[in-house]
């Protein structure tokens, strides 16, 4: 028998297993993003668990038409097929509304028309400067909500335990933007409760994230999550390869190349006898050789 992975052990008895992959459609698939599309599909498929997608499709000017389209049927060439109906942000604006409003209701945000070049000379941290306000500003103004001086840990299981104290380290942050968009923080939390997210498995960049999500899960009383950082790619210049640096789509009439590369990226060490095979045979080999705690235990892997 395999040795169990962390995400087996966390999960208890009769608890399932819900995964997913939240991208947001500002290009095509590129090969970091595959990296955390596949450790998230492995880790839900090796565990008997369900892999849901949802597109995070909150900020338009950022995303070129066609993007979510062309990144699920990238994922279908690839052999990763995901449970239940996609769900796309955009056609849950009211319940991000609808949560807002509460956060307000309990004096739990306020708001603040700082600008960008304000905020920049603050320093690393926003200064709350805006909370000892009396009346609203004119519009347009960004919601902040209150941190407070707490210290917010977890027990990653790729990078190992992490923790932050959220005024010191994070401070005051926006959920809702300026320019009247709902802020990645917000929306990601709503719809991870939304959809009984019980595990995620993502990209590095997001593990500073996760105190401010998993306080904000707290304020709203929502279910705990286990959480796995895997290392983001970094090209040559150290650089995050990402869709808004134009990093490259991946091929998917090279599906089996780029599904190798990856699990080997990902550690797991694939044979070089499936090295040509097709996608979901090399997916079914991985599903049952998955070892998390292979995953290098780092932030970024160079790509070449
Ligand atoms: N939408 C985010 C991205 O594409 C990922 C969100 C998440 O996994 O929490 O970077």
């Given at each position: 028998m395999q040795t169990p992975t962390a995400s087996q052990i966390n999960t208890k008895p009769g608890q399932s297993y819900i995964g997913r992959f939240a991208p947001s459609p500002t290009g095509p698939l590129h090969f970091g993003s595959l990296l955390a599309a596949l450790a998230s599909f492995l880790d839900a498929r090796a565990n008997q668990g369900k892999w849901l997608m949802r597109i995070e499709d909150l900020d338009p000017p950022r995303e070129p038409a066609g993007s979510a389209e062309l990144i699920l049927q990238q994922l279908q060439d690839l052999g990763m097929i995901w449970d239940d109906e996609v769900l796309y942000q955009s056609t849950r604006l009211d319940a991000y509304k609808e949560i807002v409003d509460q956060l307000q209701d309990r004096d739990l945000c306020y708001p603040c028309n700082c600008t960008r070049g304000q905020v920049r000379e603050m320093g690393r941290l926003y200064n709350g400067s805006c909370r000892k306000r009396c009346a609203p500003p004119e519009k347009p103004y960004a919601l902040r909500l209150k941190t407070k001086a707490l210290e917010i840990g977890f027990d990653d299981e790729i990078q190992g335990h992490f923790s932050q104290q959220l005024e010191l380290d994070a401070g005051d942050f926006v959920i809702c933007r300026k320019d009247g968009l709902f802020a990645y923080q917000l929306a990601v939390v709503v719809d991870d409760e939304f959809q009984n997210i019980t595990h995620i498995v993502r990209g590095w960049d997001l593990l500073d994230s996760t105190p401010r999500q998993i306080y904000l899960q707290r304020v709203l009383n929502y279910q705990k999550i286990s959480y796995a950082h895997i290392p983001i790619i970094v090209d040559e210049k150290g650089q995050k390869l990402s869709k808004q640096a134009f990093a490259p789509s991946i091929k998917t009439d090279r599906a089996s190349e780029a599904i190798y590369k990856a699990l080997t990226f990902l550690g797991q060490?694939?044979?070089?006898?499936?090295?040509?095979?097709?996608p979901e045979s090399q997916l079914e080999w991985a599903i049952e050789n998955w070892?998390?705690?292979?995953?290098?235990?780092?932030d970024s892997l160079p790509l070449e």
């Open positions: 060490a694939p044979p070089t006898g499936i090295a040509k095979e097709k070892d998390s705690q292979a995953v290098a235990k780092v």
